[in-house]
Every structure is written in structure tokens, then in C-alpha cells.
């Protein structure tokens, strides 16, 4: 054999071989372009079901921008508030703060006045029991008490004990309790 047949005869070969090899991309190319198919069809019927929901995005869009361009004037107007409440709760603050003072100085004032107010009773009270002390006849002896009878308390009482009547005089305390829009006095 020429070396020119067995060149024409590995030729041949390699044709047939590159036929096989043609046919077997194209089944796989048509198998491949088959599964876009199905592809771009499953695509094609989800974009479908999207389109009202975009539609209805749409609308909501539409009628939320009315809305949103209220917004920042609220916000504005929020910001306003806001700091005039602070400045309104800064003034409040001054104002309970004088209230305490003043608070705090009635309280003061009410405290010496009631302890002035006990200093001189309990010398008006020992005072009158000096004077009693002069006037009363001498000690009463207690009864004799037997074993089984109860022991009854003495109606007299020492001189130099304060009456219970003169802790009842004094005046009770006063407590005032601020509520917003309102003043209460409690006793």
C-alpha cells in the first residue's frame, strides 16, 4: 500500500469518527435546547401569575405615595412637639423644684412651730401639776389584793407622767400631694 492510500484510509477513519461525534452533540444539544424548552415555558407561566401581583403592587404604590408625602411634614411637626414638651417638662421641672423649696421651709416651720408649740404645753403641764401636787392630800394606800381576784389598775397617776390629753392636743400633720392640674391638701 501507498503511503497516499493509508493517508485517504486514516482520513476516512477520522471522518466517520467525527460524523459519530457530530451526531452524538447534536442528540445531546437537542436533549439540552428540549429542558430550555420546558425551562423558558415554566418561566413564561410564573411571570404570568406574577403580572396581577405586580399590577396590585402597582396600585398600592400609586396610593401610598399620597401617603408618603404627608409624612415628612408629620415628622416635622412631631420634631415641633417634641421640643416643646421638653421645653414645657424643663419649665415644670423649675417649677416643682421651687415648689420643694417651699415645701421644705413650711415643713421646717411647721415642725418648730409644733415644737415650740409642745415645749410650752409641757411647761404649762408641769406647772399644773405642782400645782395639784400642792393641793392633793397625801398617797391613797392601794387595797388589798387577794390571790384569786384580779389586780385593778390605780386611777392615779404619777405626777411627773405627761397627760395623755396633751399628746392629743397637738395639731396633726398636713401633707400635700401635687397631682398634674390639681392641688389637694391631705391630713
Do not use: C
Not at 64 to 74: H, I, K
Not at 136 to 142: C, D, E, G, L
Amino acid at each position: 500500500m501507498e503511503p497516499m492510500q493509508i493517508v485517504l484510509v486514516v482520513l476516512a477513519l477520522v471522518g466517520v469518527w467525527a460524523v459519530a461525534e457530530l451526531a452524538l452533540t447534536l442528540r445531546r444539544t437537542r436533549d439540552v435546547v428540549a429542558s430550555l424548552d420546558k425551562t423558558v415555558e415554566q418561566v413564561n407561566s410564573t411571570i404570568e401569575e406574577a403580572r396581577p401581583v405586580v399590577a396590585k403592587l402597582d396600585g398600592v404604590v400609586d396610593e401610598l405615595q399620597p401617603a408618603a408625602a404627608q409624612v415628612e411634614p408629620l415628622l416635622k411637626q412631631a420634631t415641633v412637639a417634641v421640643e416643646a414638651l421638653s421645653a414645657d417638662l424643663i419649665e415644670v421641672n423649675g417649677v416643682l423644684r421651687d415648689v420643694s423649696a417651699v415645701s421644705g421651709a413650711a415643713s421646717s416651720a411647721s415642725n418648730a412651730v409644733t415644737e415650740l408649740a409642745d415645749a410650752a404645753s409641757g411647761k404649762v403641764q408641769r406647772l399644773l401639776n405642782r400645782g395639784h401636787k400642792a393641793a392633793a392630800p397625801k398617797a391613797v394606800k392601794p387595797a388589798p389584793v387577794h390571790d384569786d381576784e384580779p389586780v385593778a389598775q390605780s386611777a392615779v397617776q404619777p405626777a411627773e407622767a405627761p397627760a395623755p390629753e396633751a399628746e392629743s392636743q397637738a395639731e396633726p400633720r398636713t401633707y400635700f400631694t401635687y397631682n398634674p392640674g390639681e392641688e389637694t391638701i391631705n391630713e
